[in-house]
C-alpha cells in the first residue's frame, strides 16, 4: 500500500500472535505513513495474549505524535485478552475519530461495556495518572466522546443467521 493525499486508505489486520509493546511500536510507525484523516483501519484480533508497557517503549517512537485515524473498528475482541492493556497500546498507537466495535453472537459484548464505561468515566475528569512519566497515556488527550449509535441485527440467510452488534464512539483529541 502506498501513501497517498486524495484516496481513502483501509487497512485490515488480523494479528495472531502476541500483541506486545512492540508490536504496537510498529503499527505507530506504520500508520505514520499513511495522509493521516483518511485511514480506516480495521483490526480483527485472534491472539489471545496482549501488554503494553510504556517502560518498554524506545526513545525514537515516543518521540512523534500518534497518527490520526479516521476511523477504528475492533472485532473478535474476547477474553483472556487484557482490555485495558489493549486500549492503553491502541490509543498509544492512533488517535481515532471514531471507534466503533462488532461482536457476533456476543463474543465481544464484555469489551463492549468496558469500553462504555472506560470511556464514559474519563469524561470531565481531569487525569491524575502519568504525573511523573514523559510518556502520557490517552486520558490526556482526548476531549470529549459520546455514543454515536449501538445496534444489533442478524445477518446472513435463515440457514446460517448470524446476529452481529456494533457500538460506534465518537472521539475528540
Ligand atoms: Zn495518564
Known amino acids: 500500500m502506498t501513501t497517498s493525499s486524495l484516496q481513502e486508505s483501509y487497512l485490515r489486520l488480523m494479528p495472531n500472535e502476541h500483541l506486545g509493546t512492540s508490536w ?18 480495521v483490526l480483527s484480533i485472534i491472539s489471545t495474549t496482549n501488554t503494553f508497557t510504556v517502560e518498554e517503549l524506545n526513545e525514537i517512537t515516543s518521540f512523534c505524535s500518534p497518527s490520526v485515524v479516521k476511523h477504528l473498528m475492533l472485532k473478535d475482541v474476547a477474553p483472556p485478552l487484557n482490555f ?15 471507534l466503533s466495535v462488532e ?9 463492549m461495556q468496558f469500553l462504555r464505561e472506560k470511556l464514559m468515566e474519563k469524561e470531565g475528569v481531569q ?33 446460517s443467521p448470524c446476529q452481529v452488534s456494533t457500538i460506534c464512539f465518537k472521539l475528540r483529541w
Do not use: A
Open 103 to 111: 461482536s457476533m453472537w456476543g463474543r465481544s459484548d464484555e469489551f
Open 127 to 159: 487525569p491524575v495518572c502519568c504525573d511523573s512519566r514523559s510518556v502520557k497515556c490517552w486520558r490526556h488527550y482526548l476531549k470529549g466522546i459520546e455514543v454515536e449509535n449501538s445496534t444489533t441485527s442478524l445477518h446472513g440467510d435463515s440457514f
Open 84 to 98: 485495558e492493556s489493549l486500549l492503553d497500546g491502541l490509543f498509544w498507537t492512533c488517535h481515532p475519530e471514531s
Open 24 to 41: 504496537f511500536q510498529r503499527l505507530r510507525e506504520y500508520l505514520s505513513r499513511f495522509e493521516q484523516l483518511n485511514l480506516e483501519l
